[in-house]
Nanobody
Framework: QVQLVESGGDLVQPGGSLRLSCTASGFPFNAYPMSWYRQVSGKQREMVASISPHGGVQNYADSVKGRFTISRDNDRNQVYLQMNFLKLTDTAVYYC???????????WGQGTEVTVSS
């Protein structure tokens, strides 16, 4: 079955960096786009970044453009989110998302917590 497992969340100071990883299994990873979302307690989950199946196209939320970079390694079935110049407002639980299959079905990881605090 499809599984997504995130890691890399931590407590970091403003201006710091973190790299999140998501390891996928159970589907042909290199055939599907992947995305990162985040959610603050009590708020709607929002898209942070997405990447095409072979990594050539990335999209970012305006709030993270120029600071975050999404990438993927199709040999390792992993997608990454490099987060630089972190702000207090980046504090959230970050989720990996895949939309897979026919008919398509949405899958989420369990989330990894990022806390930006001084």
């Amino acid at each position: 079955q499809v599984q997504l497992v995130e890691s890399g969340g931590d407590l970091v100071q403003p201006g710091g960096s973190l790299r999140l990883s998501c390891t996928a299994s159970g589907f042909p990873f290199n055939a599907y786009p992947m995305s990162w979302y985040r959610q603050v307690s009590g708020k709607q989950r929002e898209m942070v970044a997405s990447i095409s199946p072979h990594g050539g196209v990335q999209n970012y939320a305006d709030s993270v453009k120029g600071r975050f970079t999404i990438s993927r390694d199709n040999d390792r079935n992993q997608v990454y989110l490099q987060m630089n110049f972190l702000k207090l407002t980046d504090t959230a639980v970050y989720y990996c998302r895949a939309v897979v299959g026919s008919p398509t079905r949405e899958y989420w990881g369990q989330g990894t917590e990022v806390t930006v605090s001084s």
